[in-house]
């Protein structure tokens, strides 16, 4: 009997929690899974919308980190032998290896926003190792990208290309001088 009462209490439960479920979905709301935000910035702008998303989704939050890093005069893009240009004028140049690139865990995400800062349109090639380094397959990928005058929400495209996998949807790009509420109501309008 007691036996018996257990089978019954469990299955009590179950189906509580897959009428929650129902009645969550009746109400538009979509469980949206495990959420990652993972990015690079090296001033700070980056950053700071990164933590905005990471909070707006409860994601957790990972900066990746250069194993060579950048110093100041590197991205100098003003100067035409600063690191940057010399990367960006010869391909080649551009492997730069970062000391987290593999994400412990990473299977365990639906959902990964993507954040860098935009070089010359198009996503810092900083996250090239990153999105080489790791399986996209099932997750949605949201890539956003911050920038002073240029770049919008297809600079995410190369990177894109680079893993062959995932369902990447359009990115956004925000200004330097973004504000929190752009950001919020850029996270609040998404659907994944």
Not at 14 to 31: A, H, M, R, T, W
Not at 110 to 117: C, Q
């Amino acid at each position: 009997v007691v036996v018996l009462l257990g089978f019954m209490a469990c299955g009590n439960n179950v189906s509580e929690v897959n009428n929650k479920k129902s009645k969550n979905s009746e109400n538009g709301k979509k469980d949206k899974g495990k959420v990652l935000v993972v990015y690079f910035s090296q001033t700070g702008t980056t950053e700071g919308a990164a933590k905005i998303i990471a909070r707006e989704t409860d994601a957790d939050l990972i900066k990746l980190e250069v194993k060579n890093e950048y110093t100041r005069d590197d991205l100098n893009w003003n100067h035409k032998n600063s690191r940057v240009n010399r990367e960006r004028d010869n391909p080649n140049n551009r492997n730069v290896e970062l000391k987290n690139a593999v994400i412990p865990n990473f299977v365990s995400y639906d959902t990964v926003f993507i954040g860098y800062p935009i070089w010359w349109r198009e996503a810092s090639w900083v996250l090239d190792d990153f999105v080489k380094k790791n399986d996209f397959t099932g997750k949605t990928v949201i890539p956003f990208g911050t920038s002073m005058s240029t770049g919008d929400g297809t600079s995410g495209n190369r990177l894109k290309k680079l893993t062959k996998t995932g369902n990447w949807v359009d990115g956004q790009r925000f200004s330097s001088s973004y504000n929190e509420s752009e950001v919020v109501d850029w996270v609040k309008s998404l659907k994944y």
